[in-house]
């Protein structure tokens, strides 16, 4: 039954029998939704030690309660399963935007939970109550855009899709789920997808999300929307100086890029320009992302037809152009993306790469071609680790090693020195068809990778710009070290694929002055908690607070379901508020779109509870899978070159970004401590666990021997 | 109220219009698909008045716009309040206004900014001295160092521009600056312009404190080693392999 | 709006300028030339009226400016329709319609490789399709001029959407009563591109006194 918030119903489909059934979500709802729903489910459906990829494997596609509330950014989803690529093969989740994660809500559903294996490829189509598994041979084989395009023609255009690709289909451990307008979800989604001949979801939802205090939400809305929402990232000053703002981004690196000048200059119709966007007019917010002029400067105006992002977020963090250079190379030229496929496409091309139209536009054009081919593709990058290997493979000559002759002479090396974009298309379809030694090496994933190509240990340890990992587990960094010290490097180490976790680089890169951040932040979490960027001093109490705060902040965000890379509203553009957000603004609208009482701190509690579960689950995939008993020595391990590299600085001198060895061992000592987790291990303990309810969680652990004393 | 009732199914605007053609079924799901080109373009306006008269059916009903609130008794603005009006209109604008503009058109303009101080309704209005002139602003509408920036813009002294807004980002945020900071809004320099006036502070003594880098990607910054030391500054102006 | 401007409009000029505009109410300016203080206020230029982009709608409170070229999809027009005039929200039931046109629009929209997305919005007509078609005679005018959906009387039979010809009213399949726009503006105060946009009646006629 619906409540406020939550639609109220998990739909559970098992794709071998063909069974449809429904349940209610209310005893998950401590769990809050989105990866919360689904980290609980899958632990407590699927045996950890089981393939990713088998049939008794399980997806669950999961929303939450503030998912189509009309709450600012509410427009993300989760998918959580088990990782096929990365060490231990234990739980992650991909994450997407776009149109589809409410279109689930106001379908009736909280999660689906997809399970079993269809004997030919189907699509899933949720029409409000009426569910269905229906035959997808026809787009199967398919590219995303196509396959979208297709289902929308087919059953109306009041659906929304997403799905697989290629690289999916052919179980390649990089495979995403794609909509129509380039928001993803990665982690190797694709290729458990592929597994389960799973093409599509396909959703129709005539239904509502049910609103307890429907005026206080209006009034919140506008609340965040005037005082406290920033730029892309929340950065709460602009990029180029205001009339209305008293600072500005210096170097000019900052999402609230929009300016006067700055104009998408192939919109319909003619240029419009951004002009001012001062905080409090509403009717302006849209100008102020302009991803395009962050990632490639002014020359990507030319090819800007306007901006675009997901239901609900008035920060427009996708660009859409009409890159019409690809067109003389038979590629397509239309490209909506925000994230790192239109940002490291240049990887690619080992001798330089030319400018196409306009003086600078190389780099645009190329990373249009990356980021469309890896959208129809349905290719995941690992936060750019993808495009680093390839890189590294070429420049160190390793290709030569691992790749046979015949097959490294095949490749149209020409296209590579001419900056030629059908290069990195040639690339990419390689990896989504496993086609020779390059294309399956690649497409399994660095960790996956380093084993077969015999790398070892120093792959992970050595110091250069390709090498971005932050654990020996296979994934890299997502805004470490090189941002808050310690901190960040903590956060870093918990999951199983890449962080995403934009809590505090969201403060550090917002652009205003650091005494102005550091009041905001040492008001909120103490004394010592926010370094100079760059300049760090050494580990601390609060910043072991700051870094739990992140950590289980994260889960709320992918749990309610909220963006992490506009949440929470730490800072705030408005001179009025002293720059200050409000970090309780969570619980105001959990409160009020719930009807249940939220205080801050409960909304904590519940998003520890998620932490904790992540954890116990990680153990238990460790133990099983790999034998081992301790995350601390082993998952959590940090590469060499996080203390070693920059060989010019000593760690804590103004300029450095690496770490002491020392210190970032009472740095975990510290955060093992605030979560209540035993120091040698890094395991929860039975009292951590029980306090969150989780004592079936102790009862697993304490069976495999692997339970705290 | 009863509407004419047009018969359901039978759709059509209303005819002889020359330019809102009979609208098609396409048309009216999807209707804003061009319309052709080849006749001579009509005026709003006149097209509007020549139309036939259709009923409004908000006929008599004065929806009131922003009256309901501005109803309180309209006062009338004595001339420094109305000159305050017009530079916090401009203000709102990005721009300052100068004492000798306002002075060309103005003849008791002196008496009237002396009356703008004793009247605090006026109190949004102040102004920034700078090397040219003085400039008016409204504290209202725009923020204290916006006034500085424009000042110094309208100064038209590139180099005591670069120079101060050098050491400002250097002590302020801390941060080197970047040359196409000054590319921009509101600067919008030229590149040789900045050069030249690189070339101008690197030879004077007074700016002794202002350094020039060059950062891994090849991009140039100035810093004042007052505020930053070279190798914090080359830290800071470094483009880290991850921005994402 | 400036005293300056006010005293010049008088309300006659007001309902003078709404009867003019009410002739083109929900129809593309395509085909016609638009004055530059015209332009100016609309927030557009003459070749987004040539593109036809712009449609305007003549509502009770000022004149509704939709421009396709500055709509950015985020749907939160349909947001807070629903949540303002429903108290849930939803966008199935919005009583503008963006997110139909997402995807495919004409031949315009993202699988037409084209990143058109157009808020439709009610054309309030003078003589309107949805009353006439409503058997039980639910809609009905308010004291603003507004056609609303009484839904004491409303039956849910669907002739209204039916007769629309642009489909705008909705049955909401968990009341099974009609709704539409009854011009709160809440779609507009929330746009953050200014896509929609309602300029009052004064500057209107203002903008057109100029040019005459």
């Not at chain 2, 209303?14 to 001579?40: C, F, H, M, N, R």
């Not at chain 2, 140039?220 to 007052?226: C, I, R």
């Amino acid at each position: 039954m619906a409540t406020y918030g939550w639609a109220g119903t998990i739909l559970r489909i098992d794709l071998t029998t063909g069974e449809i059934t429904k349940e209610s979500s209310e005893k998950y709802q401590k769990y809050i939704g989105g990866m919360g729903i689904g980290y609980r489910i899958i632990y407590e459906d699927v045996p950890l030690n089981t393939h990713p990829f088998d049939e008794a494997a399980e997806i669950v596609a999961a929303v939450g309660p503030l998912t189509g509330s009309s709450v600012p950014c509410s427009g993300r989803m989760n998918f959580s399963f088990l990782s096929p690529f990365s060490r231990g093969n234990s739980i992650v989740d991909a994450h997407m935007g776009g149109h589809l994660g409410s279109r689930f809500k106001f379908a009736g559903y909280d999660a689906v939970v997809v399970r079993g294996k269809a004997s030919k490829p189907v699509y899933i189509r949720i029409n409000d109550d009426e569910v269905a598994i229906e035959d997808a041979s026809h787009i199967w084989g398919k590219g995303t855009f196509d396959s979208n395009r297709i289902l929308t023609e087919e059953l109306g255009r009041d659906y929304q899709t997403a799905s697989i690709g290629p690289a999916g289909e052919n179980l390649v451990n990089y495979s995403t789920i794609n909509t129509s307008v380039g928001n993803s979800g990665g982690g190797g989604i694709g290729a458990v997808m592929g597994s389960k001949n799973l093409k599509a979801f396909a959703v129709r939802g005539t239904g509502s999300v049910k609103i307890a205090d429907p005026l206080k939400v209006k009034e919140l809305n506008e609340y965040m929307l005037t005082e406290l929402i920033g730029g892309n990232n929340n950065h709460n000053v602009p990029a180029v100086p205001q009339s209305w703002a008293e600072y500005s981004a210096v170097g000019g690196k900052n999402r609230w890029s929009g300016a006067p000048g700055r104009a998408w200059l192939k919109a319909e119709g003619g240029p419009i320009d951004a002009g001012e966007q001062p905080h409090y007019d509403m009717n302006k917010i849209a100008y102020r992302c302009n991803k395009g002029v962050f990632d490639f400067g002014e020359v990507s105006l030319n090819y800007t037809i306007k901006v675009g992002g997901c239901s609900s977020c008035p920060i427009r963090c996708y660009t859409q152009y009409d890159m019409d250079p690809l067109a003389d190379y038979d590629l397509p030229t239309h490209v909506s993306n925000t994230c790192v496929p239109v940002i490291y496409g240049t990887k690619y091309y080992t001798n330089g790469i030319k400018d196409f139209k306009y003086k600078g536009d190389a780099s645009v054009i190329i990373n249009g071609a990356n980021a469309r081919a890896m959208d129809d593709l349905g290719v995941w990058c690992n936060y750019s680790n993808l495009n680093r290997d390839f890189n590294w493979l070429v420049t160190s000559g390793k290709i030569h090693e691992v790749i046979p002759k015949e097959e490294v002479d095949s490749l149209p090396w020409e296209w590579e020195k001419n900056g030629d974009p059908r290069w990195v298309v040639e690339i990419l379809r390689r990896v989504a068809y496993k086609e020779g030694e390059l294309g399956i090496g690649l497409g399994l994933g660095t960790y996956e990778m380093v084993k077969r190509w015999n790398l070892g240990k120093e792959f992970y340890d050595r110091e250069d710009p390709n090498n971005q990992n932050i654990t020996y587990n296979g994934y890299p960094k997502h805004h470490a070290n090189e941002d808050t010290g310690q901190v960040g490097l903590l956060f870093n180490l918990m999951y199983n694929r890449d962080c995403m976790t934009h809590h505090l680089v969201n403060v550090t890169g917002s652009g205003a002055p650091y005494e102005v951040s550091k009041a905001t932040m040492e008001g909120f979490f103490g004394p010592g908690c926010y370094d100079k960027k760059k300049a760090f001093t050494p580990m601390n109490r609060n910043k072991a607070k700051l870094a739990k705060w992140a950590f289980n902040g994260k889960q709320f965000h992918d749990s309610a379901t909220l963006c992490n890379w506009m949440w929470p509203m730490t800072q705030s553009p408005s001179k009025e508020r002293n720059y200050v957000g409000d970090l309780e603004l969570e619980a105001k609208f959990m409160s009020a779109v719930t009807g249940k009482n939220y205080t801050q701190a409960d909304v904590e509690f519940d998003s520890e509870r998620i932490s904790h579960l992540l954890r116990g689950m990680t153990a238990i995939s460790f133990y099983d899978n790999l034998g081992e008993t301790n995350l601390r020595l082993t998952h959590d391990a940090i590469p060499d070159w996080i203390f070693d590299g920059e060989a010019d600085f000593e760690a804590f001198e103004e300029g450095a970004t690496k770490m002491d060895r020392d210190d970032m061992n009472l740095a975990l000592d510290m955060f093992y401590e605030e979560l209540g987790w035993d120091k040698e291990t890094g395991i929860p303990t039975r009292a951590t666990l029980e306090k969150f309810d989780l004592g079936d969680l102790a009862d697993d652990l304490e069976k495999r021997g692997i339970l705290p004393r | 109220m009863l509407f004419g009732r047009r018969k359901p199914g039978f759709i059509k605007v209303e005819e002889g219009d020359g330019i809102l053609e009979e609208v098609t079924e396409k048309d009216l799901q999807y209707s804003t698909s061009p319309k052709k080109d080849d006749e001579a373009k009509v005026e709003l306006t006149d097209f509007l008045a020549s139309l036939p008269d259709v009923e409004d059916p908000y006929e008599g009903i004065d929806v009131p716009e922003q009256e309901a609130e501005e109803e309180e008794e309209e006062v009338e603005l004595t001339k420094a309040q109305e000159l305050a009006e017009y530079i916090r209109l401009r203000s709102a604008g990005g721009e300052v206004t100068k004492y000798q503009d306002l002075k060309a058109e103005i003849e008791d303009l002196d008496e009237l900014l002396e009356e703008m101080k004793e009247d605090e309704t006026c109190s949004d209005i102040t102004y920034r001295q700078g090397v040219k002139d003085k400039y008016y602003y409204s504290t209202s509408n725009m923020s204290e160092n916006y006034s500085m920036i424009i000042s110094l813009v309208e100064d038209k002294d590139i180099v005591a521009t670069i120079a101060k807004m050098v050491r400002f980002n250097a002590k302020t945020y801390p941060s080197p600056t970047p040359l196409e900071y000054f590319e921009r809004h509101p600067y919008f320099y030229s590149r040789p312009q900045i050069e030249r006036a690189c070339d101008l502070i690197s030879s004077n003594e007074e700016y002794g404190d202002i350094e020039r880098l060059t950062n891994n990607v090849g991009v140039d910054f100035l810093f004042s080693n007052k505020y930053l030391s070279r190798k914090y500054a080359n830290a800071l102006a470094t483009d880290d392999e991850f921005t994402d | 709006m400036s005293n300056e401007i006010k005293e010049k409009v008088g309300f006659l000029d007001r309902q003078m300028t709404r009867r003019q505009f009410l002739k083109i109410s929900g129809k593309s300016l395509v085909g016609l030339t638009v004055a530059g203080s015209m332009l100016s206020l609309f927030g557009c230029t003459q070749e987004d009226i040539d593109k036809g982009l712009v449609t305007t709608w003549a509502m009770p409170q000022g004149l509704l400016v939709v421009n396709e070229a500055k709509c950015t999809g985020c749907e939160r027009c349909e947001l807070n329709c629903t949540l303002v005039n429903d108290g849930v929200v939803s966008t199935h039931i919005a009583r503008l319609k963006l997110s139909r046109n997402l995807h495919i629009y004409g031949d315009k929209g993202m699988y037409n490789n084209d990143f058109t997305y157009f808020p439709d919005t009610c054309r309030q007509c003078e003589d309107p399709w949805c009353g006439n078609a409503c058997p039980v005679q639910a809609i009905v005018t308010d004291d603003r001029g507004i056609r609303v959906v009484d839904e004491a009387k409303c039956v849910g039979c669907g002739a209204c959407v039916e007769a629309c010809p642009w489909h705008m009213p909705t049955v909401n399949p968990e009341t099974k009563k009609s709704s539409k726009c009854i011009a709160c503006g809440a779609c507009v105060e929330g746009c953050p591109s200014g896509a929609l946009e309602i300029v009052p009646w004064d500057a209107v006629t203002a903008a057109a006194q100029d040019i005459v």
